[in-house]
Structures are given as structure tokens and as C-alpha cells.
């Protein structure tokens, strides 16, 4: 069962609220003796801290990491793998409207209608504080796949309006606050988001994540394919709409002529694929190509503009976000992305490894 | 672990290759002193299979379903419900060149690399033949939902042609090839796959299922989400790229004032929602409106377009499929995706059950 | 989640009735290219087998395994693996007594209480038939785990008589009906059965499990021992009412300095233990000597005296088993166990070759 | 996949070493809106706390436990429980001999040769500190099974020394250091202890665990079983060698006339058994008795006495434990098991609303 657990060998189980003492999660199944310390952490953890432009949540945290047990002496010894980060900015604030009104298209109101109780202080569990566990999570993964598996995300569209693949350069996702790879669409962006900061409007985005250097065989069918597991993992982060795997929905107006990857062979017996279409995954296992995937996360509800809504009483009401408020979400689910497609790519390197013992890093043919 | 496994407390075990002497399924947990028969499982498998029309494969099988165990005098008695279909349509042909060559956009190849071996004859265990089980188990979960729960599905787009929603008919569904809820659009498509059958090519398509009469409160946080399952589940159907949830990629185009789903009061103390742009999930928990999910499934590989790939031996070749050939497989994967979204409902439906014992079948407000 | 299936990675799944049209499991996780056939499986079944001597039960059926899946040209493929058994012997005779009255000692009466239906027909899904498809896994996992780990059982007491360890003699288990490594015991035991056949009284039994073999390393701290596993595969045995690994209940009447087994070395770096009152396990990992395991098993509550019971109406009533009867069900018990003790080793060979890539066969001292 | 979790429904995932900065543990799927708090855990945590008895180990912390998530304004919310106790007693001592040596019996050579690596320090991850977050974790399964469940245990036996069924007497449990239920034979257990404190030396020991006022039906065959569970759940605590429900072993040595427990009704339809040979559980499923299971705990291999070992470096050596000493870890080992068998019932509770959703707490005859 999986309520707060995620991935089968590397699993990972992730607990607490947006505004109590403390997060943190738990990263079972970590092969031994693996180099490991919060300074491999803490880096992507402040890739993914809010406050850091005027773009995303002015949440103020410093989000330091703490490894509480599974590792000795600077490697880790095989045993589960806790993470704990303290919450130091929990404002004390008037949480009388939200404790007792339903923003729309929000967790607020199915949490009540489930469960009859929810902390409501920050969204409680469904904050996206959360994905602060994922990121950290993943940056174990990263760890446990060696440095030959490279994971890179980037925004891509921005309330419809896409990136140049023209003008692709993932130098650029470095110099702006949008994780964006084409330094025209940011500037184009950054103009955007002002003016729907301006409006108290928050607006979609679409978030690529690729991951270089995977060999050939991970996945496995028929329920526990790659792309399966990776649709549930990037779904399951806060606001996410959609997934897709290489050309995705595009693929759906294209022709078996056109969207098939031919093949030639590399002079190492690598197969040398002509094009992607597949985003390196067929039949839910990996081909040897980048595995590409993109999600989709919505515009976030919390807004400043008054919106038709219930209360616990069940009276009919209007909702209207103060306070602190994040024009796209979408920007800081980045390395969440990222996080999960390492933890689906450790998972399942984990799998792969205890049906095929002999597996190479690198699937050649003739295979045998 | 979930290698050819699928959910939780409602779980199904698929097994089986194309050509094998059978296929089938367990299905375990399910409810005691359901009423269940051959009858109740048939009418969905009669619909997915093949040979029905010139537009999908012409293999031709009865399917008939078998139960082996779990009924008993026409009740399902809380143990395992074990389902068997005889292929009976293994045609004794030539595989040598399918056992040799790898074509391009298939899970031939992967499976290879991956494991050494494979029955490669009709696809071995990456056919789509697997998906009668599905169909199969999901025929189950709708007895396990009851009939408050109405789960269809249609195709709703053709190599890029979508349907006109302002045209949408259901009653339509029933009456074309390809189960289109728009008439100008079936006519349209019927047109075209003649001419992709002709010159031997396939065309990808999207799926939409939507489950009308599911109560609030289905699907757990944060890991065990609805969405994050039904993604799954749509996603580890054959040839899938992309799965989307209400709105989908489409939310990420979206403004948050014009995506949130306004809210007011039904005078039965439930609510009101004033459009579905989440498709009936917010924070990976059911809303109590209907559950939309859309999927794209691309075009089949197995065309008659000869194209560059590679074999066995690691030498470049050409492959061109012969024989059956299905121009649009998305067209026999609508019956497989409202089978995977009841087996998914069924599964959060015990899942619920078990931590919320006094569960209301709706939830109304104010919740105690 | 386990209702019906068992192990993680090597993972079995068993349905099926004791008078339904058949039995079956699907073992997933084997890895592939193992060589498989009917042949590697049926001797086993064989040994299991009823109706083989006069003291157990006297139902015939030849019990003829078919392999569904998984297998391709004599090898495993790393698909799901469906094994399949015809039920043959359901005699149509009355039920219409055991319909109605629940024997004391027996399920009949929880799953009532737990379902409210049962099919009571020779015990239904409660009859020992089912452990007819672990025998069946049990094979499979025999060929996972390799020439290399020896898995052996024997019957080491009937009714608190117990075999001299003097006298043991693993060729003698062989060539009596008890599977009994002391032929003087087989002796007494032989007598005794045939007494208490007459009388129409059972009898309990106790039978211990060995593996040769088995490297260190295998098990998992703290939920994932290799003896926590263990004991829940035999105690799950029909009948089982205790498990004890090594000394077991003899450990505790022993002092620290006379239970611990004392370490020297062997010239090739494996560690020579003195003793094995550990039977194997520390700490929950294997130490590379003998795994070894016992497990007690009640008299079965089938027996021709006539006893106080009650109906499904709650009316007081007798109940007297009729016809085939077997005095002691342990006698059976001893392949069954054999069959889980193989079972979860090849699950934790798996499971150990995930977390360890490069896990030795055989661990020798300094590790690194 | 449970190498750090336990239970499906109700599941316990359990970190932390013995001298690392604190250990823990999730408890995932505990109900909503049951009330809860720190001061419905400690007093469990204080029976269990070592430092209190001279016949148990001197550490000495206070093990506070601190409810991390989980529970909002007293109440739980369907979401993880995290619970955290600091170790506060890490003595800085010399740890340079038993990072080197293995002491036999003891988990440090396994933990070696699986993973090359293991935080010596007090025993790391092997040390029985763990089973602190066990008891905390049962004390929240105690909330879930509510006030009608009640959990008691008792040591039975001391290095072979039994109580006298006929002596029994709960309220003598609270009333000495050993949870002993026979006033007599505590009085001969405190002088045996006093000896081996003396010479050094340690004794194994049997606690027998009783949980009243179960319901019937909780259980799910055939590998979901409840005492499979429960010898599971047992057999991973520290030192366990042994698990059995009833008569256990017993049950071996009886003929199935005397085992078999006889049938009356109850005026208000529930079934009066006229005993309990089966220790409340048939077919794997409860009865409605009280569940009755004992679990033998092997002496504790940290003893005074010189023995002969090995080292990393695979030298003959001999080790010898200095410092604090448990001369009976299997009194500690009371409270853990209890709270095993909580956890294991909770569990079970979830799973059985689960798939009967109408289940009553009381099961009478006629079930329908």
C-alpha cells in the first residue's frame, strides 16, 4: 500500500504539515556504502526553496536538511535513510477564513469531505511544502544511479506560451528565475508574470524533464513499466494535470510512418536511434535513448481575485486569498520533476538489477 | 512489487503471451456475496475484440471467458477470482524474420536487452492481447462499484481530428466503428482509415473515460492519489504516451481565475460545482463530480512501410510487418481505459472503506 | 497487500478450490533464461501428492502440472509464470452436512463469520489442496536458487514421539510413508498411525526444513528478515500452529555462553561457526551455515468421533466426519515446507542482488 | 517491499540507530478524527524503557516521544504519523573492539557480510533501541482497535523455569521487574538473575502475549493470514527464535479428538468454544476468542564470558562484552510484543472493513 510511500526498492515515505514542528521522510532500500552527506542535498533543496524571486512564495525557510540515521561515517550503510527538515516560518496568522471556507479548485474541500478533520494552517498536508521531501528524496537517488545518469528539467510553456526547441540551451535554465531554456520566451515570461502578480492572477505551466545516460532494460511489464511508474510519480505532485513520455499527445495525430524511431547501430553494438519520438521507453522499458517526459501543472487556486465558494456549514460564500501568493506554481515544480524521475530511475535500477543479475550498464547486441 | 500486478485491495495478476496456450488473470479482493458470472464479464469482452470491423486486427478469437475459482453458486466468496480465455487463434506462420529483426517503435527490442529472450511470436507478452484480462478484471470492479458508478468511454480524436463537443452524443458511441461520440466526425475518420489502410500505414488517437456517479472522498495523499493511480493504470496500457486529468495540458494554459471550479450548495447538502476543469479530483482526492481522464495512444509500429532497423546480431536491416495489420489501435483501447478506470475506482473504493469505516456513500456538508 | 499472494520479488500468487475445475498460482520476478519445463516441477507434486499410502488421505488425482506462461522454447522469459492443475477427483457425494454444520477445529466456521458464504465443498479455498501450487512454486524457486542451495525435509515427530537425532539419516526419508530420517521411529510411527486410524482419531506432527548451502547476506533489518519471512510462509501452512528457527523454543532454557555460536576460520576466508544454535540467522541475515527451521502442525480436526458443534442456523448440534479421512496431515506438511522454505529464499536472492550489485555467492572475510 | 515497514493498512516504517542523533518512525493509515497524544504513547514507552529493573540494561534516557504530524488540535487526520525520540545516552566510550570484532550469536558479522559496512556503535541499526518506536507505534494501534481490544502480556518462562498456569494472576504482572504473572516464580526468577548477573552469563526466555475482546473474522487466507502476520511481526523482534498461537508445539504431541475445541451458543447468537487450543485464530482467520501467542527469545550474546570469535581482517580473536549487560533482554521484550500484536490486529481491523464493509463488530449465527 502505498498512502505516503513511493517506489517499491528505493521508497521513499514522506510525512508532515506546512505548519508544524517539522517535515521529513524516509529513504529505505539505499544500496551500502554509497558517499552521502547533507551537502549532497542541500543544494538541490535551495533550488527548489520558495522566496528566491518575485516570482514564486515569499515563504521565508531555510530549508536546511538534516540525515538522522543510515548513514556512518560518510557512507551509507544499507539501512533506511531518514531526512528532516524543521519549519521555521509557520506565521502566525488569522487562519479563521480558510479553517472554515473552501477555495475552489482546491485540496481543501475534498480533505474535509473524506477525512471530517484537516489542518488547514499553510494547506497542511497538501502544501506543497511536501515536494521539499521529493526533492530531497531524489537528491539520494541521484546518488544511487552514479553520475552517468544525468537529470535535467525546465519549464516549457508558461499559460500557453511555449519555449523555441530552436532556441533550447540549458546554459540559459541557470541564468533565470523561470528554469526556462530560451533566454527570449524568460524575458517574454518575466513580463507576463508581473502583470498577473499585478491582477492577483496566477497562471499554468508545462515542465520538461530529461534524464541522460540510462542504459537499456529498466522498467518492467506489464504494471510495472517505466513510464507508468513515472506517470504516477509526476501526478502525484501538487497541481499536476498531465503527463506525457516523448511526443506524448503529439504522437496521437502523427503516422506509424512518421512517429517510429528507426535504428542503426553504433560501432560499440549500442543501437543508434534516429529520433525520439518513444522519449527512451518502449513497452514500458528503457531503450538506451534520453527518457523525456513532460507534466502539466495548473494554475494555482489561491488567488487574489473573490471566487464563488462553500463553508463547512455548508452556506454558500466567497473566497479571496490574502497574503503571501505565487503567480505559477509551475516554476518551483522544476526540480520536484526532476526529483521524481530519479527516484522512478533508482527504483527501478534497483529492480532491474534483482531479476537480472548479470545486467550490463550498457545493453549491447548481439545481446548474448 | 508490482511487476505484472495492479492495485491495491482490488488487485489483478495478469498472465499470459499472445500465442501462449491461454491467457488470464487473478483477481483478489473483491467483496463476498457479489453476484457475479461469465455473463457479466463477456459483454466487455465481446466489445474489445478484435475482428469486429475492418478498421482493427483481423485476428479472430471468441474470447470466452472462463471463472476458475472465487464464485460459488453465483456469489463471489471473498477468495481469489482466477479468469481464463483459450487463444485459439495462434496461426502457425513464419516467425523467423520477427524472431531476428526488431521493429522500429516496438517493445521488441527492449525486451531483448532487457531479458535476453522472448517469445516474439505475436508479440509474446507486449501483445495487446494482455488487455482482455483488463477488460476482464474491470468487468469485476464494476460489480464491485454497483451500478451507481457508470463508467464509458469514446474516442475522441483521430491522427489530430477531435470530435466537436458541442457534437458529443453518447448514444453515438454504440453506433460506429470506433466508438465516436460525434457523427460528422465518425464519417470523417472512417474515410481516412481507409486510405491509412490502403497505404498500409497506422494514425494515433485520444481516449477519454469519464466514471459519473463516484462519491467524494475516493483517493488517498499523498502517494496513493486517484489521479496519481489512474495515471498509472492509463499509462501501462500498450502504446499509451500521455495521460491527462479534467482540463489536463490544457489547465496549463489556463489563467487561476478561469480554471478554479466555482462552488455553490445542491439542496441536498452537497455541492454544487460550477464547471469540472479538475475532472472530479482536487488534491488526488474525488470531488463527486465525474472523474475525466484522457489518454494518447500512438500509432502502431507493425505497418507495411518498410523502415530501417536493425537485428538480433546487431546488423542493419530492414523490416516491413506483413500480415494483420490494425491502422488505429487506439480504437480497441477505449473498452481497456474505462476497464482500468473502474479498477482503479474499486481499488480507492476498499481503500476508503478501510480507514473511513463510516464512509457515506456521498458526503454532504457540513461533514459531522 | 497479500491476501492470496506471497514473497516480494519472486512473488506467488495461488487460487483455486479444492472442488473447483482447477488450482493454480502465477509465480512473477523469475529471472529469465532458466531453464523450465513440466519435468523440473511434477516430481515434486509427485511427493506431495495424496493417496500414495494408506496413512493419508485417500483422494486420487495425478495432479499433472501445465506451464501457461512465462516459458518460451525451455526457458523463462522473466514473464509471469501461470502454473495449472485440473481438480479431477470431486466426487459428487452429499454436502449437505458439512453445508450446514461447521467442524470444531476447523475454518468452516470464521469464514462464515468473515464472508457469511463459503464453498464448503472438500474445505473450498481452506482445503489443503492449495498448497499444492506452492510445491508447484517451490519447484520454480528451487531452479532460481540454483544446484548450489540443497533443500531438504523431514518429519522429526508425530504426536510428541520424536526421532532420535543419533539415528537421523537423511537417505531413510526416502523410504518410509512419514518422511522419516529414523527408521526405528518410522517404526513406532508406522503402529501408531495404524491404531489411531482405526480409532478414527489424527494426530499432530512437527517437521523440520534444512537448506544447504544458502550464502551469507541474505534477510533485510528489521521488517524484512529472512526468519520473519519464514515464519510467516510456514505458519501460513494449513494447520501450522508454531515456527521456530534453530534451537527455537530450546534457546530460551539456554544461557548466553552456551547458545552462541562460536567463530573460527576456514582457509578460504568463510567464517567456520562451532555450533548452529542460530540455526542460520542473525539478526535476521543468513551466516552461511544451514538454514534450518521446524514447524508444528495440529492434528487435523476431520476425524470420525463425533463432536460438539453448531450450524449456520446457531442451533447446538454434532458433528462426525464421513469418508475420506487423513490421521495425520504433517505427513504431507513436510514437501510443503520444503516448498516455502525455497520460496523465500529465491525471494531474498532477489531482493538481496537488488540492494547488493555486486553481492559475492559466497562472502569471505575482510569484505572489501 | 518491507525491509523498514510493517503492516499493510496500518504500516509502521521504523529508522534510526542506536547512538545516531534520534530514531523513528511513520505510522501511515491510522483512521481520522481518533484522539490522540503524546501522553496516550509514553506511558507504553516507560514500561518498555530500559534503566529500571537491576535485571535490565542501565541505559538510561528518558525516551520521550514527540508526535510530529499527523494530528491536529488532538485529533488524528488520515495523514502520517511521524513519531521521534532523541537518544540522549550515546556514551562516548571506546568502540574500537567491537568495530572489529564480531561477537558470535550477534548481528555484527551478518550486517558485515551483507553490506561491508554497519554502524557498531551500541549496535547500530541491530540494536533492540528500534523496538522503542515498535511500542510507540502499537500504542497508536491500541487507539485503532479501540477500548473493547485489550493487549496484555507476560513472561512464561526463564531459561526454562515456567510459570504455573494455576498460579496466573494479571495483576501480579505489574507488580515485579520481570512482568512475571506467577508470584512464585518470580521469586525463584530474581534469584536466578541475581546469579548470572554475577557469573556474567545471560538466559533466554518465552512471553506469551493476550489480546481480548477481538472480533471474529479478522484475518484473510491464504497468505494474508492473521497468525502468519503475527509470526511475522513476532519472529522480527530482536533475539526471537520461535513463534506459536495456542498450544503451538503442543498441538503436535495431541490427537485431533483432544485438540479440536467443541462448540455451544451463547444466548445472544455469538459461539461459546469450550476452549482454545486454537489461541483464537482457525483458517487464519479470528474466532472471537481471546488471541493467545507466545515467542521464545534466545539469551542475549553480549555476555561476560570470553568466547571465541573472528575479526574484519578474518583473524581467529576472542571477544568478551564489557559495560552495560542485559542478563534477560526477553523481559524488555514484554511490551514489545504486545505491541506487535496490536499492530498486527490494526492492521487486520483496516484490511477486514476493507472488503466488508457492512462487517459487524460482533459476528452472530445466522451470519445473514
Not at 531518514?82 to 502566525?92: M, P
Not at 526547441?165 to 531554456?181: K, L, M
Not at 506517470?231 to 510512418?257: Q, R, Y
Not at 527518457?291 to 460564500?317: M, N, W, Y
Request: glycine letters at 12%.
Amino acid at each position: 500500500m502505498s498512502h505516503n510511500s513511493f517506489g517499491h526498492l528505493f521508497r521513499v515515505t514522506t510525512w508532515g504539515e506546512s505548519h508544524g514542528p517539522a517535515i521529513g521522510c524516509v529513504v529505505d532500500g539505499v544500496p551500502p556504502r554509497i558517499a552521502l552527506s547533507e551537502a549532497d542535498i542541500q543544494p538541490w533543496l535551495d533550488k527548489r526553496r520558495p522566496g528566491q524571486s518575485k516570482f514564486v512564495t515569499q515563504r521565508q525557510e531555510p530549508d536546511q536538511v538534516r540525515i538522522l540515521s543510515g548513514v556512518f561515517e560518510g557512507l551509507t550503510t544499507g539501512t533506511p535513510i531518514a531526512l528532516h527538515i524543521e519549519n521555521t516560518d509557520q506565521r502566525s496568522k488569522d487562519y479563521s477564513e480558510i479553517a472554515e471556507r473552501f477555495r475552489p479548485g482546491h485540496a481543501d474541500i475534498t480533505y474535509e469531505l473524506k477525512y471530517g478533520i484537516r489542518d488547514y494552517r499553510g494547506g497542511g498536508r497538501s502544501s506543497a511544502r511536501e515536494t521539499a521531501m521529493r526533492v530531497a528524496a531524489g537528491a539520494v537517488a541521484r546518488k544511487v544511479l552514479g553520475p552517468e545518469v544525468r537529470i535535467r528539467g525546465a519549464l516549457v510553456s508558461i499559460g500557453g506560451d511555449w519555449v523555441d526547441p530552436a532556441g533550447w540551451d540549458w546554459a540559459a535554465v541557470e541564468e533565470n528565475a523561470f528554469f526556462c531554456p530560451d533566454r527570449a520566451a524568460a524575458a517574454r515570461w518575466e513580463e507576463r508574470l508581473l502583470e498577473l502578480r499585478k491582477a492577483g492572477d496566477s497562471v499554468g505551466a508545462v515542465i520538461e524533464v530529461v534524464a541522460d545516460g540510462v542504459p537499456p532494460g529498466l522498467g518492467a511489464p506489464i504494471y510495472g513499466k517505466l513510464d507508468s511508474d513515472l506517470a504516477a510519480g509526476l501526478m502525484s505532485i501538487n497541481a499536476v494535470k498531465g503527463v506525457e513520455i516523448g511526443d506524448g499527445f503529439g504522437a496521437a495525430a502523427l503516422t506509424g510512418s512518421a512517429n517510429a524511431d528507426e535504428m542503426r547501430m553504433n560501432p560499440d553494438g549500442t543501437v543508434a536511434y534516429q529520433s525520439n519520438h518513444a522519449g527512451g521507453i518502449l513497452g514500458g522499458i528503457s531503450t538506451g535513448q534520453p527518457i523525456v517526459a513532460r507534466f502539466a501543472v495548473k494554475p494555482t487556486s489561491s488567488i487574489l481575485t473573490p471566487r464563488a465558494a462553500v463553508d463547512r456549514q455548508g452556506r454558500e460564500v466567497e473566497v479571496q486569498t490574502k497574503g503571501r501568493h505565487d503567480p505559477c506554481v509551475g516554476i518551483r515544480a522544476v526540480p520536484v520533476g526532476e526529483a521524481m524521475l530519479a527516484i522512478v530511475l533508482a527504483d527501478h535500477l534497483l529492480r532491474h538489477r534483482a531479476q537480472n543479475p548479470d545486467a550490463p550498464s550498457v545493453a549491447r547486441l548481439p545481446r548474448n
